[in-house]
């Protein structure tokens, strides 16, 4: 018994590509279709492994963007410069296509639905797509958590998920949304125009009193800063949930 | 890649999840774990991984003390964890 458990977690799938999204000049969606896949939990990622003609292969992590329970598995991908695997993703793969992938896996970056407390969300760049699972999930479920998404990008066309995530924000306990552009700001933008510092964090998060359930993903240097703010704020070390996608640029 | 500062390359040991899967028959990412450096309990998920573009391998590293608690490399005749400081693992009930 203990020997299919095994399997299952180290079967590597072969995905089929059953379509493509551009969300933004450099990222993409890619919908697969994952035979046997076991389902996942909000905040998990695959390893995606692909394969050279010459037997070279290159494996890379990717978090899951579509919620538990859709029949086909979303990954979001940002196209890094001279990022190997990145670029075919986003550029060369068409519908059609196959390729490797093992998962879901991590089981410690995940965010539990049934958890009340409120649940703070802070995302630079890419790193708004295990986070935008949640939210999806959230959605799904019809959950209450109070939720709020600080979402650092460069300009208003780097938002992933703008047009979702402003009518996810419309409904009756929705997510708050909060956007911040690091970049050059569109005319007359009334919003926040910097990047995330300890200030900004102070204004958007609960204090740490009401100890919300935070989850802080991007690149390496953003989600050592949030972190180390969040603490400084007085929130508690373990229930600051950090992913850090490396040096992957500025957002 | 031009890098002026290496704590840049610094993951979380969450981001290994998928390779210890090849050690463990479980998800050990959420398990607590002990460092015998300086005392530390947490998740390894938690912990930082330096997985560096052309290494052979993967180290994880205390993040509080930064001692190295193990590695992970792949070989020719398979995947070897060697333990440095992990003095425990504790897996939850169920986990």
């Keep these: 018994m203990a020997g299919t458990a095994l399997l299952g977690r180290l079967t590597w799938r072969l995905g089929t590509v059953v379509a493509l999204r551009d969300e933004t000049s450099t990222v993409r969606t890619i919908v697969l279709d994952v035979p046997e896949w076991p389902g996942h ?10 394969t050279a003609e010459d037997g070279y292969q290159a494996e890379r992590s990717y978090s899951i963007a579509s919620p538990p329970g859709r029949e086909q598995v979303e990954l979001t991908v940002e196209r890094l410069p001279d990022g190997e695997v990145s670029s075919y993703l986003v550029g060369e793969l ?10 879901p896996i991590g089981g410690y970056f995940v965010w539990n639905a049934g958890d009340e407390a409120p649940l703070l969300l802070v995302a630079g760049g890419s790193g708004v797509v295990p986070l935008m699972c949640m939210v999806r999930h959230r959605a799904a479920v019809g959950a209450r958590t109070p939720t709020r998404l600080l ?3 460069r300009t208003l ?3 992933i998920y703008r047009t979702e995530l402003e009518q996810l924000a419309q409904g009756d306990r929705s997510p708050e949304v909060v956007p911040t552009l690091t970049g050059v700001t569109p005319p007359g933008w009334t919003g926040l125009a910097r990047r995330i510092d300890e200030r900004m964090l102070a204004d958007v998060a609960w204090p740490a009193a009401e100890r919300p359930a935070i989850f802080v993903c991007g690149p390496t240097a953003l989600v050592e800063s949030v972190a180390r703010d969040l603490v400084d ?13 490396g040096p992957t640029g500025g957002t | 890649m031009p890098l002026t500062d290496e704590n840049e390359l610094r993951l979380d040991g969450n ?3 998928g390779e210890l899967g090849r050690v463990f028959a479980v998800d050990v ?3 607590d774990g ?3 450096h300086c005392g530390r309990v947490a998740p390894l998920g938690a912990q930082h991984l330096y997985r560096y573009p052309s290494a052979p391998g993967a180290v994880v590293r205390c993040s509080a003390c930064g001692s190295m608690l193990f590695v992970l490399v792949d070989l020719p005749d398979g995947v070897r964890m060697t333990i440095g400081s992990l003095s425990w693992l504790r897996l939850a009930p169920g986990g």
């Design chain 2, 34 to 36: 002990r460092c015998g």
């Design chain 2, 29 to 31: 990412t959420a398990a």
């Design chain 1, 41 to 50: 939990r909000p905040g998990q990622h695959v390893d995606v492994r692909l």
């Design chain 1, 157 to 159: 066309d780097d938002l």
């Design chain 1, 233 to 245: 704020l007085g929130h508690e070390p373990g229930r600051v949930k950090t992913e850090r996608f």
């Design chain 2, 15 to 17: 981001a290994l999840a």
């Design chain 1, 151 to 153: 979402y650092s990008a």
């Design chain 1, 94 to 103: 068409r519908e059609g296509d196959q390729f490797e992938l093992r998962g």
